[in-house]
């Protein structure tokens, strides 16, 4: 029989900082409590503004990545740069990794210079990279060996999510790990779900993803229809937002839409990495995706014709093409 990925929990918890809390360790008769010293591996896009906002909430980040502009932009924003993975997580009671894919999570995690080689035993691994739900499961395993305990963490809510601190934060580890991390996940998030055991943040990551792709995909058709039709694309816009119609994906991607500006909030090439995990862990439990493996197909044919650097906003880009609209 396959082997089915973890299914998140009936009880799944749904967590909101207390108004005037976001941001701020819990207090203790009107005073700050210490905050965990954190280890961040991966300045990327989301990772570089997720990191600044716990320095803003007064944490303790020493971080590392391989591109020294980013060192740099670290430091300027009050975080210690780190020369390695080992020297950043040396000290460190949590460590939080946010990077591309599973290799480059396997490989910071991994090795004589990885994490689990060299963070003190009790350190709290948080990964909110977005990777299959049988890559967390596994690292949860081995770090588990090492002493260590790890939570899956993936986000939704792309670039601006990150800057804003509003992401959505899935969470699957033990409850008492995610009551530990809770202080941190709200100053990086608004809605902050611990969804059951080790991988069942990841498998809802995937739903999101699939239900993301899809979304883009035919917001996407609907502006090429509106726009061959002859409607005043602003005007059909604004109806569709106010209506059944409407969603955070027509909301957050309307100025792509309209002005033909796909710089990458969240690329073509994760996303297609992201329609791989959710197609395969869909395979494993045997849910079929009928719409998931169309948009699955559309994107992959986006990256194959160059847009693969652009954001999934650019979904819009095949349409235009198939429909023989100059892009």
């Given amino acids: 029989m396959p082997r089915r990925a973890p299914t998140p929990s009936a009880g799944c918890r749904t967590s909101t900082a207390p108004q005037g809390e976001r ?5 203790t008769k ?13 300045l990327g896009v989301m990772g570089s503004p997720m990191a600044e906002n716990l320095l803003k909430a007064g944490y303790h980040v020493t971080g590392h990545t391989l591109e ?7 430091a300027a924003a009050g975080g210690v740069p780190a020369g390695s993975v080992a020297e950043a997580v040396r000290g460190a009671d949590i460590v939080v990794t946010m990077l591309p894919a599973d290799p480059h999570l396997e490989a910071v995690a991994h090795g004589d210079q990885g994490i689990l080689a060299h963070a003190s035993p009790g350190t709290l691994l948080i990964d909110m990279s977005t990777v299959a739900p049988g890559t967390s499961v596994a690292l949860a395993g081995a770090a588990a060996a090492r002493g260590l305990r ?10 601006a999510g990150a800057v804003e601190g509003v992401l959505s934060v899935m969470v699957g580890g033990e409850r008492a790990d995610f009551e530990r991390a809770e202080p941190l996940f709200h100053v990086l998030g608004t809605t902050v779900v611990h969804c059951g055991a080790h991988g069942s943040g990841q498998t809802v990551k995937a739903a999101n993803q699939l239900v993301v792709a899809v979304n883009i995909q035919v917001c996407a058709e609907a502006v090429v229809f509106l726009e061959k039709s002859g409607v005043d694309l602003t ?30 909030g969240f690329r073509i090439d994760l996303h297609h990495k992201d329609m791989g995990i959710v197609t395969d862990a869909a395979r494993a439990v045997g849910a079929a995706l009928p719409l998931g493996a169309v948009a699955a197909t559309l994107v992959a044919a986006a990256r194959a ?21 100059a892009s």
Avoid at 150 to 159: F, I, K, R, T
Avoid at 312 to 323: D, F, K, M, T, Y
């Fill in 23 to 27: 941001g701020r360790t819990p207090t």
């Fill in 30 to 42: 009107g005073t700050l409590m210490s905050t965990p010293r954190i280890a961040w591996i991966g």
């Fill in 68 to 74: 020294k502009h980013k060192l740099d932009r670290l």
């Fill in 150 to 159: 790890m939570l899956d963490a993936p986000v939704s809510g792309g670039e």
């Fill in 235 to 264: 005007a059909a816009l604004d109806v569709l937002a106010g209506g059944l119609a409407g969603s955070a994906v027509l909301e957050r991607k309307r100025h792509n839409f309209l002005s033909h500006d796909f710089a990458p």
């Fill in 305 to 325: 014709q160059g847009d693969g650097g652009l954001d999934h906003s650019a979904l819009l880009r095949g349409v235009e093409r198939l429909s023989g609209v």
